[in-house]
């Protein structure tokens, strides 16, 4: 998607008297509105930013999708299904008792993860695919897992955390190649004068009338012309008030704002550091959300939330504190601020989430990956569709190059550029340097004993070195190069870390990297907001991160990845669809 198809500009006027007001211009919000304007609503889709951050944080992903049962996947030789895939939901979700029986907290976040795999399953990509979108053919295996399946006390599989098969379709073109076509619906939208796109409108309250919500009041911000994603400013210039039978609040999470983030982490996981990359814009600050509840929506599970341990600052920053999330395959030796190996399975790509509240009960603010330059090549990627420009560019010669030797390009930089790559050629030179990058970080703890180092490494080399080993990690990343993909560009070949033609070593020093928000505005079926008891708040609707991907939290404690934009693409359809039919 060019950057060029945002252009604010236009000849059509203001939509008059609008039937829905729509808060937040990313994927959900695009695709709730398109969905109202194909069915003849007339719409204003409001956002806070300028014109050219139109698609919000969708745009910067991977553009990674959860589908399950694909071509793609079978021509990989990946047998899955739709009773698969829920119960390895289930088994990440952990959902409070009864939600299957329509009952207690979680029982629209069950209804909508039910709903949701079988959209995966089944609609979803015809849909997409029918509007021009994409997928490179190898499906790559995310959240891995690695825990035993176990039945529940009532006879009910309860499962694990993690995709049992491989289920991450990521998008040719990235995250901008998923917004492209409803960017696209939301243009032609305009130019049939149902659609008024406003930028720089900031919704501080919404109208309530007779207990209903009947519209909403915004600043209207001064203009901006800052980059997309860029920090823009708050300064108000105007206000307005925009009467509608409904809005819609599709405006994101909290991930930017750290005060909220580390304030909502559950304190049974200890505490978030006070140092912390940011892998979002900084509007993506949370403050709709609260609008929403001043009104008298429920917020559910604010507790929920899906941030990484893996992440490092980026060496050319578009927003505050931005961070980039390593991608790793399953090698490196993951060790906490004082060099001890975290517990199976928290092997890298295994289960993000509790990698990283291991690290918080700790007090870490960072971890380390410790490999070397030849598992770096093969097994580091970047997440964000401007880390990887073959895919995001759909260039098949620069694409070519990931299975070629040598670090791709982006990986290749951070490795040049980045302090938190520390280089060396024995563990205990590279325990010296790991230490040095920690004492020269304010407010940093930790420290990494260079014989301890040199030790777990040589245990480590002696296991890979037998062909088979009993350690659990080495059996793991054996296991993984079964899977063709995994073999041909993302599990180096078992050797060990001291293999003179592999080196030198590398660690990387990782740092929290915020990102999303599990919870939200809770949200029936049908999208419809609901108050504390139960009841619906009528004329407010959410979707996409604001509603917790739908219910207020589909994804209940953890996520499979891939269904944050499918969450998004989904939920945001879903309050279209239902928007319009109660509209009628």
Same mark, same amino acid.
């Given at each position: 998607?060019?950057? =060029?198809?945002?252009?604010?500009?236009?000849?059509?006027?203001?939509?008059?008297?609008?039937?829905?007001?729509?808060?937040?211009?990313?994927?959900?919000? @695009?695709?709730?509105?398109?969905?109202?304007?194909?069915?003849?609503?007339?719409?204003?889709? /409001?956002?806070?930013?300028?014109?050219?951050?139109?698609?919000?944080?969708?745009?910067?992903?991977?553009?990674?999708?959860?589908?399950?049962?694909?071509?793609?996947?079978?021509?990989?030789?990946?047998?899955?299904?739709?009773? @698969?895939?829920?119960?390895?939901? /289930?088994? =990440?979700?952990?959902?409070?008792?009864?939600?299957?029986?329509?009952?207690?907290?979680?029982?629209?976040?069950?209804?909508?993860?039910?709903?949701?795999?079988?959209?995966?399953?089944?609609?979803?990509?015809?849909?997409?695919?029918?509007?021009?979108?994409?997928?490179?053919?190898?499906?790559?295996?995310?959240?891995?897992?690695?825990?035993?399946?176990?039945?529940?006390?009532?006879?009910?599989?309860?499962?694990?955390?993690?995709?049992?098969?491989?289920?991450?379709?990521?998008?040719? $073109?990235?995250?901008?190649?998923?917004?492209?076509?409803?960017? %696209?619906?939301?243009?032609?939208?305009?130019?049939?004068?149902?659609?008024?796109?406003?930028?720089?409108?900031?919704?501080?309250?919404?109208?309530?009338?007779?207990?209903?919500?009947?519209?909403?009041?915004?600043?209207?911000?001064?203009?901006?012309?800052?980059?997309?994603?860029?920090?823009?400013?708050?300064?108000?210039?105007?206000?307005?008030?925009?009467?509608?039978?409904?809005?819609?609040?599709?405006?994101?999470?909290?991930?930017?704002?750290?005060?909220?983030?580390?304030? %909502?982490?559950?304190?049974?996981?200890?505490?978030?550091?006070?140092?912390?990359?940011?892998?979002?814009?900084?509007?993506?600050? $949370?403050?709709?959300?609260?609008?929403?509840?001043?009104?008298?929506?429920?917020?559910?599970?604010?507790?929920?939330?899906?941030?990484? #341990?893996?992440?490092?600052?980026?060496?050319?920053?578009?927003?505050?504190?931005?961070?980039?999330?390593?991608?790793?395959?399953?090698?490196?030796?993951?060790?906490?601020?004082?060099?001890?190996?975290?517990?199976?399975?928290?092997?890298?790509?295994?289960?993000?989430?509790?990698? /990283?509240?291991?690290?918080?009960?700790?007090?870490?603010?960072?971890?380390?990956?410790?490999?070397?330059?030849?598992?770096?090549?093969?097994?580091?990627?970047?997440?964000?569709?401007?880390?990887?420009?073959?895919?995001?560019?759909?260039?098949? %010669?620069?694409?070519?190059?990931?299975?070629?030797? $040598?670090?791709?390009?982006?990986?290749?930089?951070?490795?040049?550029?980045?302090?938190?790559?520390?280089?060396?050629?024995?563990?205990?030179?590279?325990?010296? $340097?790991?230490?040095?990058?920690?004492?020269?970080? #304010?407010?940093?703890?930790?420290?990494?004993?260079?014989?301890?180092?040199?030790?777990?490494?040589?245990?480590?080399?002696?296991?890979?070195?037998?062909?088979?080993?009993?350690?659990?990690?080495?059996?793991?990343?054996?296991?993984?190069?079964?899977?063709?993909?995994?073999?041909?560009?993302?599990?180096?070949?078992?050797?060990? @870390?001291?293999?003179?033609?592999?080196?030198?070593?590398?660690?990387?020093? @990782? =740092?929290?990297?915020?990102?999303?928000?599990?919870?939200?505005?809770?949200?029936?079926?049908?999208?419809?907001?609901?108050?504390?008891?139960?009841?619906?708040?009528?004329?407010?609707?959410?979707?996409?991160?604001?509603?917790?991907?739908?219910?207020?939290?589909?994804?209940?404690?953890?996520?499979?990845?891939?269904?944050?934009?499918?969450?998004?693409?989904?939920?945001?359809?879903?309050?279209?669809?239902?928007?319009?039919?109660?509209?009628?």
């Amino acid at each position: 998607m060019s950057d =060029s198809v945002v252009d604010s500009s236009s000849t059509h006027g203001p939509v008059e008297s609008p039937d829905v007001v729509v808060v937040g211009a990313g994927l959900a919000g @695009l695709v709730a509105a398109t969905e109202l304007t194909a069915a003849g609503r007339r719409v204003v889709l /409001l956002d806070q930013e300028p014109a050219a951050s139109l698609g919000g944080q969708a745009w910067w992903s991977f553009g990674g999708l959860f589908l399950v049962g694909s071509p793609e996947q079978r021509r990989m030789g990946v047998t899955d299904s739709a009773e @698969l895939a829920f119960d390895d939901w /289930l088994g =990440s979700a952990q959902f409070a008792p009864g939600a299957d029986r329509g009952e207690g907290p979680d029982r629209h976040g069950y209804a909508w993860a039910r709903g949701f795999v079988d959209f995966a399953a089944g609609e979803m990509r015809d849909w997409l695919h029918g509007k021009g979108v994409r997928w490179f053919p190898l499906v790559q295996w995310a959240e891995r897992g690695g825990y035993p399946v176990r039945s529940g006390a009532d006879g009910s599989a309860a499962g694990a955390h993690g995709n049992s098969v491989p289920r991450f379709h990521v998008t040719w $073109g990235t995250g901008p190649a998923i917004l492209e076509p409803f960017v %696209r619906a939301a243009l032609d939208a305009r130019a049939a004068g149902l659609l008024d796109l406003r930028f720089r409108h900031r919704v501080t309250s919404l109208v309530v009338t007779d207990g209903a919500v009947t519209g909403v009041r915004a600043q209207v911000l001064a203009p901006s012309d800052a980059e997309r994603g860029a920090p823009s400013s708050r300064d108000v210039v105007g206000e307005v008030e925009i009467a509608a039978s409904a809005v819609v609040v599709t405006s994101g999470g909290i991930g930017a704002n750290h005060e909220l983030v580390r304030s %909502r982490w559950p304190r049974s996981a200890g505490h978030l550091p006070a140092r912390m990359l940011s892998g979002v814009p900084d509007s993506t600050d $949370g403050l709709m959300i609260g609008v929403a509840a001043d009104a008298g929506a429920a917020l559910v599970h604010e507790d929920r939330m899906w941030h990484y #341990p893996e992440g490092i600052a980026n060496h050319s920053p578009v927003w505050t504190d931005h961070g980039i999330r390593i991608l790793p395959g399953p090698s490196s030796l993951w060790l906490d601020a004082d060099g001890n190996r975290l517990p199976a399975p928290l092997f890298p790509g295994f289960d993000a989430l509790g990698a /990283l509240q291991h690290l918080t009960e700790r007090g870490d603010d960072h971890s380390w990956f410790v490999l070397n330059k030849a598992v770096m090549e093969t097994e580091f990627a970047l997440s964000g569709s401007e880390q990887n420009p073959d895919l995001t560019g759909k260039d098949v %010669r620069l694409l070519a190059q990931r299975v070629l030797p $040598g670090a791709v390009g982006p990986v290749a930089r951070f490795a040049e550029r980045s302090p938190e790559f520390v280089w060396a050629d024995t563990p205990a030179e590279l325990a010296a $340097g790991m230490n040095a990058l920690v004492d020269a970080t #304010p407010g940093s703890r930790g420290h990494v004993d260079p014989a301890s180092l040199e030790r777990l490494v040589r245990l480590r080399d002696e296991q890979v070195r037998t062909g088979l080993g009993k350690d659990p990690q080495v059996v793991a990343t054996a296991m993984a190069r079964r899977y063709r993909v995994d073999r041909l560009i993302r599990v180096s070949p078992p050797r060990p @870390l001291t293999t003179p033609k592999d080196g030198p070593l590398l660690a990387v020093r @990782l =740092s929290v990297l915020t990102r999303k928000t599990l919870g939200g505005l809770w949200t029936d079926t049908s999208a419809r907001v609901l108050r504390a008891d139960g009841s619906v708040l009528p004329g407010l609707w959410a979707a996409g991160e604001a509603a917790g991907f739908g219910g207020g939290g589909v994804h209940g404690h953890r996520a499979l990845e891939g269904t944050f934009l499918g969450g998004c693409l989904y939920s945001g359809r879903v309050a279209g669809r239902a928007l319009a039919a109660e509209l009628g």
